[in-house]
């Protein structure tokens, strides 16, 4: 196996080309787009889906609608991308070239960063163009369709073996070259017993400050409690939104024996 992807042998251009794939795949793209979009203006079906991990035990309380919205933007803010800033300057990476390359491929997979809007492919399809911090909450997520653990297990093997229909575009976003294998291996460990050992991605394993974000962020189940600490009426999001710059850590998953604490609404 080479020791490097397409995503550091070849020029941008190239890139930008095979992640934007022939144009037959357009129309596909432009529907998950568009239903992220209307699910974001109806809310279509995420009550239900909360509900449904909530009663798969993946969930422990369901948060607000504004708990949702404001704990989103700190995810984001906070964790997702200063961590992934920081793994593709390690890479030699340019980020917002990366962000541009997942555009091209599905722009649904940057258009919803909790994935309770999004439907089971383009969760499938974002877990397997990303090297993740942590796999764990996008799981957890799928575990809400029937078929969502199944359908990723053959998705990534139809990947691995170059029969995807999508192989092409997601290997011109892909940094690692064993990524897919250590993924599929993770979701059979997983599916076998949930406490299996996360394969946490390199620079937030290496870093205090994202390990300790991880326990927060890297799970569903403790997303969510973080995301229930947060304001819950709209001046309080404004004001949480507006006043909190860094990563408030006394509402962050504590460590075992300690307790969270909670804002005002």
């Known amino acids: 196996m080479t020791s490097q992807t397409a995503r550091h042998r070849e020029a941008p251009l190239t890139l930008l080309r095979r992640a934007a794939g022939p144009p037959r795949e357009v129309f ?3 529907t998950r787009f568009l239903h992220v979009l209307d699910t974001y203006r109806t809310g279509r079906g995420v009550r239900a889906r909360l509900q449904r991990l909530h009663a798969l035990g993946h969930i422990d309380r369901i948060p607000t609608p504004v708990q949702l919205t404001v704990g989103s933007a700190d995810m984001m803010r906070f964790f997702i991308n200063p961590a992934a800033a920081d793994y593709y300057a390690s890479q030699g990476i340019d980020y917002w070239l990366h962000v541009t ?4 491929d599905d722009p649904s997979s940057l258009a919803d ?8 492919d383009a969760i499938i399809g974002h877990l397997m163009q990303v090297v993740h911090a942590n796999p764990v909450y996008d799981l957890q997520l799928l575990s809400a369709f029937d078929d969502g653990l199944d359908e990723l297990q053959l998705q990534i093997q139809e990947l691995i073996a170059g029969t995807h229909p999508r192989a092409q575009s997601i290997g011109a976003i892909v940094e690692e070259p ?3 294998e250590r ?3 993770f979701v059979r460990a997983w599916r076998r017993d949930p406490r299996a050992p996360a394969p946490l991605r390199s620079n937030v394993a290496a870093s205090p400050e994202f ?3 991880e326990r927060t ?5 403790t997303a969510m ?3 229930c600490r947060l304001p819950s009426t709209p001046l309080g999001a404004l004001r949480h939104l507006r006043t909190v710059k860094k990563f408030p850590w006394h509402l962050g998953e504590p460590a075992k024996g300690r307790t969270a604490a909670s804002t005002a609404p």
């Open 178 to 180: 064993d990524y897919h």
């Open 225 to 227: 409690r973080y995301f």
């Open 28 to 30: 596909d793209k432009v």
């Open 113 to 120: 960063p909790v994935g309770f809007f999004s439907t089971r």
């Open 101 to 104: 390359l997942r555009f091209l």
């Open 217 to 221: 962020f890297g799970s569903l189940t």
């Open 211 to 213: 390990s300790e974000m």
């Open 183 to 185: 993924l599929l291996a």
